[in-house]
Each structure stands twice: as C-alpha cells, then as structure tokens.
C-alpha cells in the first residue's frame, strides 16, 4: 500500500447551527488520484479548504505526513473554485504564474524557464506580459492552473478546474492532468465525472458526509447508491 501523506479524522465544520460536514475521516496516500463530486452545498469546497489549512474544522484533525511523520508542511498546488484575483490589481499573467514559485529555494533562472514552461503549457505565451484582467474567464482559469503546476508539487488541489474553459482547452486540461497523474497525487472536485472518472482511482462523493464509491463507471454526481459495487458493500 503506498504512503499516507495527508490524514484526516473526525471532521466536522459547523457554520451557526447548520452542518456542512460531519464526521469525515480519509486517507490521501501518495499516487491516488481523487475524483470528488457531490450535490452543490454538499461540503465539498469546504473540504478541501480544510485539506489545504485554509479553514480550521469546527473539529477533528488535519495531519500532514512525511514517512510516516507528521509534518508541517506539504508541497500543495491548489486551483481554487472561483477567480480570486481582482482585475483591476496591477500585475500580469506573467507575475500571476510566478508566484506559484514563492518561497522556492531556486534560481532566478530557473524561475524563468519554469514560467516559460507554464506559460506554454497553458497556451498564454502571447498573453505573458498582459494584465490578468485582460484575458478572458478562460484564460484567467489557465493562468491560474499554470500557477498551481508551477512548483512541481508533491500534491495537486483542482476545484472545477474546467470552469470557464472552452471546449477545446477542456480536452487539453483532461491530457495535462492525466500525465500528471502520473508523478503527482492529485485531488479534483468537478461535475464532469464521465471523464474524470475514468483516469481517477479513488471516488468521493461529499454530501455533508463522506461516502467512497468503488465504481468507476457512474457517470453522474450521486447515482453510486444505484451502482452494484457499492451495493454490495452495504
């Protein structure tokens, strides 16, 4: 079985007196691949800001692991659910990307080719020097998926990554997160799961609980009630 990098137990968060999560306990472990998916205001967005240490739970642990060992840090790529950046903020697509690089121990050069990287990869090398609010919804998305990729990450958080994008670039983005499936343990919250589906090796799906579907074939964000291998777990 491959190392546990990322344990949860006993989550819960409650905003007032409403639940969004109750009682969630996982393991990530280095080289899944996790498809989340759910209804809207199911929790799944709240999970994976509590994942990331973004959002203390109103219980329960976090633990970051290295070898078996807890550790503060983790090396985390994240691509979050909406544009947070303002566009009126004075800085490019260019600097955008960049700062998926702060607080790496690299060189200046190295920080040029890997943003050059980027920027090929999402198809903006056109666009690096414009500011972030020129570029289209789309484009902004790229932008900031180049920026989550950047630092090589030991661990890759997309919440709807497809957002925006236009059909062509979809299929590119499958591709992209498909190989880096390969080196990259890999965290994706989206409503398309007939494609996710099939390169993802782990199911979630987050209704204010956890449940871990063992189908790989449904096609729709909560029909694993209905799927024959998860009947019979139950």
Known sequence: MQ????????ISQRWDHRVVLDDINFDV?????????GPNGGGKTTLLRIILKLL????????????GVPTKDLSIGYLPQKNMIDSRFPITV???????LLGDDISRDETSRRVS????????EEHAAKSIGALSGGQQQRALLGRAIISRPRVLVLDEPLSYVDKQFEHYIYDLVAELSESTTI???SHEMSTIAGMANRHLIIDHTLHECHSSH?????DCDECPECQNEN
């Open 56 to 67: 203390k739970p109103s219980s329960g642990t976090v633990t970051y692991l290295r070898d």
């Open 218 to 222: 449904h096609h729709v964000h909560y």
């Open 3 to 10: 190392e546990t990098i990322i344990s949860l137990r006993n």
């Open 117 to 124: 990287e980027a920027l090929r990869l999402m198809g903006l």
């Open 187 to 189: 965290l994706l919250v």
């Open 29 to 37: 472990r280095q080289g899944d691949f996790i498809a989340i998916t």
């Open 94 to 100: 260019e600097e955008v990307i960049a700062s998926g």
